[in-house]
């Protein structure tokens, strides 16, 4: 195990605007939108809300700072029938808009419902948009009840799952059904759904206020960056605590996320863990500790704290944890279980990862070479009315696009 | 018409990304270049005219540029020009006449008129118009590959002929554009007969070539086969979308990417090695280094999907290589991309050349026009002064431009020479 990076971020006195990190969280069909809708209900801070649907009726209800109707052509304002083809032609149909509206953001945060039309086929499509931007992207996705789930859904949901990961540099996995532990039998659908939607605004506020905590900044977007851009898996925990040993309990709770699973930190390589609130003497002690004992992981670790001064007795911890293996969040984790009947995600996001590696030059360009052709004859047979013309060859076709320098 | 006499023609080729004017005199069949001028062109999309205003303000301006160069004294009224995109198409016809008056008589051009006018009857839709009727060969009595029957005897005249249509409205805004910048439109010729023209030798011609004009918005194909045009396609693809790939990957304005793009744009990896360039933000106010390597993935993908939309039109056409075994010439502003000549070579085969106007059709400025982009323009007025005659469409307009301008501009030259 190789000796750990330590670097300890000192807490700083001036106020820092950290205004110039721009966040665009963009909500993807119903559950993306509903969740987008909430977040101006319960005031969510420093960045700009994106409400992109086919639905031209749901997208009516929200309340958003921009809003986006996708595939007027194709969609006719109706939905899409939980068909994401419909939806991944959807947003095609409209990337240029898409892209305007995302242009100018440093981070794009992507959500959606997966296992339903519109955020599984366009969710996929919008994060390949930023990516060609150069856009840091996370994406944060529910996933349906076990009750929900058939063939279909749970095809659905994998491959929505496998393509958005391909796509984004950072993925967190709600699971609806790790919810349904904390309700009665009686809990109404739509309150359950509202229920997760908190979880999930709450660990998406610790990654914002991680950038872009307006107050005391030691944590900031170049660390958030390097962490998401780091290879392998990445996990978020949000903890809270309060009375004797809150930093201590609230880092363990954030750890112990029953959404994600427990991470095995053995794995990590980057660890970026911020702390918020009144800190006390004896917080920043326990913090200390708690350093000294990730002094045996082989990960840089960066730990912040912020100032905060109207949170009373309370701690919030955020953390950001990224170079996992796909099984290092195995155990209690609502990924790999809750598909399990069908196929677990984590499986079908390791092949995709393993294959890699193991194709050659020649497959690789004879697969490209194959796709060109085929993209070049739908052109040419449908007189090359096709929109989608314009948009970059390597940036339309798939195996292109996975063949491409890293610039920067 | 009396092309003996010195006279002066104004070409006009609107493109896509730039029109470019040319004032030549012709003397016999030279062209000898006087006056050039260009102006960047932002009214048109794909080959075809999009904003009427704006592209006749660069023709106004690029004429007046040319005029400019030529000397004061040349005065610009009418002028010759390009129409292009993917709107133009065509097809095969095929036409027969008798000749009953006598029955042994020698074939007028009455008789090749009617012909061809057989040839050209062929139901038209209302929104399309014919530019040209080009014949393939005459068919006389049986005996086929002619191309001049004039003078010879026979009693049945048979023609084979290709007819390129265009959109009616695509059409007219070629000449509402000439007319709003103020000049008066003589004649229209579709843009890969302009670059036909002007780059291929004859004997290419004869033995069958093909050429491909990558412009800024289409790439236009047009075979030559036994010495005529046997087939063009334009794929609305071209350099406008080469910068449009490269503008994500480089994070900057379009202009510059499009700088960028000219001056390091590549195909081929290792043909930049380890060099680094830099490329400047929105603002110009700082740059960014990058692997000048890296710039070919991104053009090079587009460059197999255009060439892969080459290789099938050409396949859906029954066209294979014996119709082109001179080979493939290579012409327009996209002709310039690092790497393309070898791209082509390896991916097409055959001998590949990249095609400027011929410098044994042109006297005067020929260092200024002897670029691909200037292929088009030159290949007009070409076409215009030596096969004016094979464009049969013009049998029945009277065709009296040359000596129409001639006249006022001989007055103006008189006074110089
Ligand atoms: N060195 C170069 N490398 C790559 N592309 C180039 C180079 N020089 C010019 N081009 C491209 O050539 C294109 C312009 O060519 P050209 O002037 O023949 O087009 P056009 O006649 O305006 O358009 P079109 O014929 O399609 O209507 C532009 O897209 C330009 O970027
Ligand atoms: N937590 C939560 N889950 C939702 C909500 N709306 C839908 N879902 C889930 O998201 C899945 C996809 O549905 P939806 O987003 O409506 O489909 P789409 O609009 O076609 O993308 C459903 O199967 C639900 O499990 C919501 O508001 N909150
Ligand atoms: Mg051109
Ligand atoms: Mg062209």
Known sequence: MGKMKFELVEEQNTIIDSSDTLIKVVG???????????????TMRDVELIA????????????????????????????????????QKSAEEDRNIIENKLRGADMVVLVAGLGGGTGSGAGPVIADIARGMDILTAAFVITPFNVELNEEKSRIVRESYASLKDKV??????????????????????????????????????????????????????????AMKGKGNSFMGVGKASGANRAKTAFENAIKNRFMGNPNLNDANFIVINFFGNMSVGDIKAIEELKLKYTGAGAMVKFGHTNVADMGDEIEVTMLISGLHDDALSGQGGTSEAYNQFTPLAAASKKDESSKPEESKETVDKEIQSAIEKSATDFMEGNYENEGLAIPTWQRIDICRRHLPKLN | ??????????????????????????????????????????????????????????????VEKAQKIAGKDIEVNNVIASVGGKHLTGIKSHGVTTLTLSREKEITQADKDRAIESAKSMPLPADREILHVIPTQYIIDGQDEIMDPLGMSGVRIETDVYIVTGATTLVENVRKTIKMAGYEMDDIYIQPI????????????????????????????????????????????????????????????????????????????????????????????STRPMFRKDLAPYIKYRIYELFDMVKKELKNEGIDKSLYGAGIVLTGGGAKLNGLLRFVQENMGGSVRIGVPLQEKVTGRYEVIDKPQYSTV???IDYFVREHGKNERLISSSGGFLTKTSDKIKKFLSEFF
């Open chain 1, 28 to 42: 993807i069909g119903g559950c993306g939108c509903n969740v987008i809708n909430d977040m101006c209900q319960m």
């Open chain 1, 52 to 87: 992109i649907n086919t639905d031209s009726q749901s997208l009516n209800k929200i309340d958003s700072h921009e809003k986006i109707q996708i595939g007027k052509k194709v969609a006719k304002g109706r939905g899409t029938g939980n068909t994401p083809e419909k939806a």
């Open chain 1, 169 to 226: 540099d950072m993925i967190v996995d709600i699971p609806n059904e790790k919810i349904l532990e904390l309700f009665t039998e009686d809990t109404g659908m739509d309150e359950a759904y509202k229920a997760v939607n908190i979880v999930l605004i709450d660990i998406m506020r610790g990654l914002v206020k991680m950038i872009s905590k307006t107050g005391i900044q030691n944590i900031d977007f170049a660390d958030v960056k390097r």
């Open chain 2, 1 to 62: 018409m009396s092309n003996q006499d010195e006279t002066i023609v104004a070409a006009v080729d609107i493109g896509t990304t730039k029109v470019v004017t040319v004032i030549a005199e012709i003397r016999g069949k030279q062209i000898n270049v006087i006056g050039v001028g260009e102006e960047e062109n932002n009214g048109s999309q794909q080959g075809t005219i999009s904003n009427i205003s704006e592209a006749a303000r660069a023709v106004k301006a690029s």
């Open chain 2, 194 to 285: 302009g670059s036909g023209n002007a780059t291929l030798y004859e004997d290419e011609k004869e033995l069958g070539v093909l050429l491909i004009d990558i412009g800024g918005g289409t790439t236009d194909i047009a075979l030559y086969h036994k010495n005529a045009l046997k087939f063009i396609k334009i794929i609305p693809v071209g350099g406008k979308y080469i910068t449009g790939d490269l503008v994500p990957a480089l994070q900057t304005s379009k202009s510059i990417t499009e700088e960028i793009k000219k001056q390091y744009g590549l195909l081929y990896e290792e043909d930049a090695g380890e060099e680094i360039i830099e490329v400047p933000d929105r603002t110009r106010t």
């Open chain 2, 378 to 380: 030159v290949g007009i």
